[in-house]
């Protein structure tokens, strides 16, 4: 890399709050990586490096017959779980604003299953919501003609970064349970709600609530990965050739496993989410206190202040932040990201800012 | 990892020739991470580490407009690839020992493609055998019935480790111009290509000949990851949204363009290559002064030699090999690899042993 | 058929009105296939009674060098058009009630692609909707990660029976081309829209105005059969091939060529319409006599009024008609649809129990 | 239909002998969809049409509770049968020769699955080749990186006319139990097997050793048409979502109805079938008495000489025949096919011309 390239990369009187992987891996992962480098293992997730990663998940999860499987990425994961699940005449019932729905470039429809959209709140499905879907299907005379609901994806946090309460998921289960649809919670920035304080729902519940879940690493302290849980493993058979059919098995599994394996010891994950919490809590502080009103009700790792368009053409040289939305015509949702690599010190500075 | 782990991924009286994935990165690869890791850049492979890494393969391949994208791994690249080219009328001429063909769990035929098998030679398509098969195509009134070659696959070095020369390539090349038929490579294990004294085909010579190939990188040194070369850009539009929609693109692109770029900086990428070639050359020459016969013409990483059984078993407790078939009741053909990771001792160790 | 079967499909007391494909063919169909039983010809649309009726609706659209396909329903035509056209990482621009987004059991999504619902009004879809709808998606900075809109579905005369105006289509042609999308029309009812005085749209403007489009026989007096028609040829290479890798190729090819033919012999196809819309046209006459409301401003074979539900419980033994939805608590839109075996006595027997 | 048309469709001094889909349909079949024109019946297959003639394909297959659908051709079957039994990281076991692996345009591909070749003899599959491949594949160690034999697909008659025996049949059950393989067989031209003397297989028969097929009528005397027959239904659950999704589900399902009443009354099925094995075993016998060979071992409506090419060059302007392979330099295999449309008079024509 020369000099020119890494000043292109880093800025140092700029502040990098726009996404929560802009940076490479949690050093603890970085170290556990260099020091198993040179050994030697078997390939495709059959080692014993991605043995103890998942021996270490099913411990946190409590239970103690879960699959899990390392995969890259998030969309990646959506697509196997889904496309495993489904039966080619059901689609899988997600909020309009669902990342399977918005920002996939058609993952699951390239699958061949219809993502069926139910208006979301705050980023979140009601219970309510998907029964009222799911009875006006079963009660129209001609559904035989129509994609049967046949899963249902959510994500915790939402891509507002919102939670369901331990209530709102017991309802979604229930709700489920009456259609006889497989759960599955995608938790691409899982860490960054098990560590908030208000976040009901512990990784036991998950396990018990979901058919299928996703452990986030990518965005909570990984260089990739993503930990797939499959609390009842027969549910979804031979998942391993549908993830090398989908070009999700990796070579190397053991990279991903060394990873996990790092993430679940001494709680590093909770860890990870913690510091970001508080960075994030340091920001929403700051931001009420100066007056500024917040989008969705977000409690973990992103925030989503409207700015006035003049006070973000000021900051927008001092900050990485993301565009979210037109407010109107004078001000704009913007989205404010931290993660395990943000600081105590960028986030003072960008409180000064603000 | 606790101590017990490590007992379990690492055997000290172990010699490790079953693959060239059993470690983790080249150590220079691995620094380069640490050095770079909290540095911030943008996602999805839009940073300045992956514009230096697509810089210094476009250098190498000679062909200062080709398209570089990073992708995870080589089924992965295969699907999306040969997704993105074909169309929906058309399926992907391989040999019937392709990668593709036999061990990628129906990938391609997932994107709704057919595999059109021809005989391979040594692991090698010729080009009088994909002649032969367009023009029976062709030549068959029914062939708007059937599956039209739409394009060729090959793999160098192939799955049997043998090498394309200069005049069969031009030769596929003129095939695939009189049937319209883009012409791609996997390049899985191109560093044990290039580094081979054997080979005649440089990256230049890839970026005249093929329409799209790909550099691997997981067998190659790095951690994971294929660097996607598409000389004239045009002939694959929308790429990126191709690889999204494959869930192939992972938020965190810089970690694979750190890799890449370090893989090509000061001819790395050779340089793992050789290292390899000449363990594999030692084993090679050992084989056949023991009087072994080797089966397949491979001159690269990859050895495979005809044991008896009985010795055989003797060997399976010191050295973990792979299985490559049943060669009669007797014998069997097995396959012993290198990589950049092989040291010339246990090198020698193993040929004290045959 | 036993005596107990014709019982039970007939029931002569029973006026017939639920939709428009309950009896079998228009009379000169059957008799065309009649007179044609024994001639011999060659399968798969190769014979001259497919290439007479080419001819005809060639002439009739006057596009000498149309491509003209017969298939065999409407879903079908629409996934084999549908996936021909857009590219893997393009979806289609539909109404959300247009017949592909709502009641084809997925069959677009089935081919991997994802259908963009844009709100209809009255079944249409508006230019500006549409133009909201791709400028809005290029806008978006994420749009790579995102599904192109590749393609126009709009049906005419639309779900509701409704009609665009030449103005419509012209807008939504110059949307089209803006975002170099091409433009599909389903012609399903086609015949009931030609037919009917407020219609602008004839044959030969479609031909100028769509890049494909299909001219609906199974509602239109066939027995089954759909004619899709490529002004453009050249625009969708190996259509052929698609349609049998659909399974949508006829060996009997010549049975959907004989209906066709008749179908535009002396303007029959017309004449089936004309007839249709004389019926549906005395229906709305005479709710609006009786104080009815109508839902969607259908002139075409379609009419739906909103019936209080008692009066409707005295309808249900004496009329066969479509529910169509919950109009409040008290009432309900029911559909009459008509067709070229309507007659004007069961229209007026329909008429008197009003 | 002008006379010009009539003129290229029918030569009066020309045989048809190229194939079994040369005509219309048994006149008894158009005297029924004549007959039930305008009687008036709700759509999809809800019909009492499709009721009795569901009833009597039950009765002949002596299943009572079996599921009977009708789908317009053959292909189409074929991919919404395999693609509604496989899941997605299963394929289907063909001969080599089988209609699904060579003239299907990619449709089981395109529904995202391999088609596994097995080589056939005279276009059967042979119960030890299937097992052969099943036991190769369940004991290669990467099995699960490959497309694991989910089902098997045979035809009755083959694609060369010839039959299994029950002997063969039983077997390949065995084998399709023994590794939890569902067994299809295309029945595309099964009246032709049923009226063969060398016929050992019953429909009673196929139920009991099939877990799905389908009888054929487009070939065997309907103007289009196959009836899928599964002996229990709860093996394919929803397949009438699955037949709608495929672009399968005729709108006027009565017009299938109708005529497979007609062809499963009064045995119409089985002397369809017999005038045609009459005619074939005429010119069998006449090719035998002079001395030609004849390729595949087909009792049934299809056979296959070896012509000398200038015999064939004064042939081909009095008989239309079908071109099935080039035999040697000198001599070509060619197809004469017979159907219920076959008579007698011009078989003896055709004889005299040999």
Redesign the interface.
């Known amino acids: ?2 000099q020119n ?2 000043d ?3 800025n140092s009187s ?1 502040l ?1 709050f ?2 929560d ?5 949690h ?1 603890l992962v ?1 170290k ?13 997730g059959t ?3 991605c ?2 990663a998942m021996e270490k998940i099913r411990t946190a999860c409590g239970v103690k017959d879960a699959a899990v499987h390392f995969l ?9 779980v889904i ?2 699940v489904l ?3 059901q ?1 899988v019932i997600s909020a309009d604003s669902g990342h399977i729905s ?6 699951i ?7 069926l959209t139910v208006p979301g709140y705050d980023g979140k499905l009601s219970a309510a919501d998907v029964d009222s879907f799911c009875s006006t299907f079963y009660n129209d ?2 559904h ?5 609901p046949g899963m249902v994806y959510i994500s915790h946090p939402t891509e507002s970064g919102t939670l369901y309460t331990l209530a709102e998921m017991k309802e979604l289960r229930a709700v489920c349970d009456r259609y006889k649809m497989p759960l599955y919670l995608d938790g691409a920035r899982l860490a960054y709600a098990l560590a908030c304080p208000a976040n009901e729902l512990t990784l036991k519940d998950l396990a018990v609530l979901c058919d299928v879940f996703y452990i986030g690493g ?2 909570c302290g990984a ?2 990965g993503e930990a797939v849980v499959i609390p009842d493993p027969g549910q979804i ?2 998942f ?3 993830i ?9 599994g ?2 991903l496993g ?1 990873q996990f ?2 993430l679940f ?1 001494d709680d590093l994950y909770l860890q990870i989410g913690r510091s970001a919490i508080e960075c994030a809590d340091m920001i929403r502080e700051a931001l009420k206190d100066r007056g500024y009103s917040l989008c969705f009700a977000s409690p973990t790792n992103q925030v989503f202040p409207v700015f006035d368009n003049r006070k973000l053409a000021l900051l927008q040289d001092k900050v ?1 932040y993301s ?1 979210w939305e037109k407010y109107d015509d004078e001000h704009t949702v913007i989205r404010f990201a931290t993660s395990w ?1 943000t600081s105590k010190e960028d986030t003072q500075t960008l409180i000064r800012l603000l």
Chains 1, 2, 3, 4 share one sequence.
């Open positions: 890399m020369n390239t890494n292109r990369a880093e700029m990098y726009a996404s992987y802009m940076e490479g891996a050093p970085l556990a990586l260099q020091d198993t480098n040179l050994m030697h293992s078997s390939g495709y080692d014993p490096f043995e103890s890259a990425g998030g969309t990646q994961a959506n697509a196997v496309s495993s039966r080619p005449y689609g918005q920002h996939e470039a058609g993952a429809e390239h699958t061949g299953h219809k993502v005379d001609n035989d003609h129509m994609v049967m990518t965005k260089l990739y058979p031979h391993f050739t549908m090398k059919q989908h070009g999700a098995l990796m070579a190397k053991r990279i060394i394996d790092t010891t990485m565009f690599a």
